[in-house]
């Protein structure tokens, strides 16, 4: 079975500054890889995705994330966060083939002024 | 512009009072999934339909049900909704073919009083 792991619940920084958060996944098998925003009361907005190829993946928003194979990790990051990027930020994994997503616990990314 | 529609947005029951959850999609996709999300924690999958194969999560309630009528249509019912059962419903599709990258609706939060 495919596991999760953002390892910070809780992540402020402040604006302008540069911003990581931590995935690590746990699984036997190839993954595909997906961060998704969350704003208060809203759906899950896709960031970005890791399907094969490039190992860094640019997504909307000014926010990229790296595939590294040999950690298990998909880490999201941006150079420069604004106050609008104040959310909840959850990675998530899914194998090849109809098995639905597996979500790790999020993280709430909190943008200070 | 193609979309995960779901309706109401907001929905308040009585404990005890049976609620129908709705959710529509013009995506033509095969995969529809209904997942539960309480407060500060990531989404909880109860069940998803493969075309019109249901597929039950093991630890999901008997309380919770659901149909699907047609391709664009899912509906999740709460035959007797306890205090425990608020939260944001989310309602989600992926095409079984490609990356089964799922996109989601605006959710719905239930509140139970």
């Known amino acids: 079975a495919q596991s999760v792991t953002q390892l910070d619940s809780q992540v402020p920084v402040f604006e302008e500054a540069p911003v990581e958060l931590r995935c690590n996944y746990s699984?036997?098998?190839?993954?595909?890889l997906f961060w998704y925003v969350q704003y208060p009361n809203q759906g899950l907005q896709l960031l970005l995705k890791?399907?094969?190829?490039?190992?860094l993946v640019k997504g909307i928003n000014g926010f990229e994330a790296e595939f590294n194979k040999s950690q298990t990790s998909f880490h999201l990051r941006k150079p420069s966060v604004h106050i609008s990027d104040t959310a909840e930020y959850f990675c998530a994994v899914k194998i090849s083939g109809n098995t639905p997503l597996v979500f790790g616990k999020g993280t709430r990314l909190s943008v200070i002024a | 512009d193609a979309m995960v529609i779901q309706n109401p947005r907001y929905q308040v029951t009585q404990f005890g009072k049976p609620v129908t959850l709705s959710c529509s999609q013009t995506?033509?996709?095969?995969?529809m999934y209904w997942y539960q999300q309480k407060s500060s924690q990531a989404p909880k999958l109860l069940f998803h339909y493969y075309d019109k194969d249901f597929n039950n999560e093991a630890d999901t309630p008997d309380n919770f049900q659901s149909r699907r009528p047609n391709t664009s249509f899912c509906f999740l019912d709460i035959r007797s909704p306890g205090l425990g059962d608020a939260a944001m419903y989310l309602c989600a599709t992926s095409s079984k073919r490609g990356t089964n990258e799922q996109f989601f609706g605006p959710g719905t939060r239930l509140t139970v009083l």
């Open positions: 995506l033509n996709h095969n995969v």
């Open positions: 699984s036997s098998v190839s993954v595909y």
């Open positions: 890791y399907l094969s190829g490039s190992t």
